[in-house]
Nanobody, 120 residues
Framework: QVQLVESGGGLVQAGESLRLSCAAS????????MQWFRQPPGKVREFVAS????????DYKDSMKGRFTVSRDNAKNTVYLQMNALKPEDTAVYYC?????????????WGKGTLVTVSS
């Protein structure tokens, strides 16, 4: 049974940082590309970042490049999202996912999400 459990969300001020974690139970973790999506209030879910199974290849939505960093620790079955210089528009529920497409409709498995709120 696949389980993805996000943690690390919270309330921060603009300019601050947060690190999200996603603990995964899904068999051979290192064979799966892991992703982060987010869903701002009243908006559709959108792709944020992904990291290949080995951790050597990453992909980001353009607006996150330079501020967000995705990484993974295969020994701990955990994927991370380091978010720096946070802006109020980064306020969203952040979801961990298993998939290879930026389209959320193609995601195989979802976590339940963790809320990030950035105040101005």
């Amino acid at each position: 049974q696949v389980q993805l459990v996000e943690s690390g969300g919270g309330l921060v001020q603009a300019g601050e940082s947060l690190r999200l974690s996603c603990a995964a139970s899904l068999g051979t973790f290192s064979t799966y590309t892991m992703q982060w999506f987010r869903q701002p209030p009243g908006k559709v879910r959108e792709f944020v970042a992904s990291v290949s199974g080995s951790g050597t290849t990453t992909d980001y939505k353009d607006s996150m490049k330079g501020r967000f960093t995705v990484s993974r620790d295969n020994a701990k079955n955990t994927v991370y999202l380091q978010m720096n210089a946070l802006k109020p528009e980064d306020t969203a529920v952040y979801y961990c996912a298993v998939g290879v497409s930026r389209n959320p409709d193609d995601v195989n498995f979802w976590g339940k999400g963790t809320l990030v709120t950035v105040s101005s």
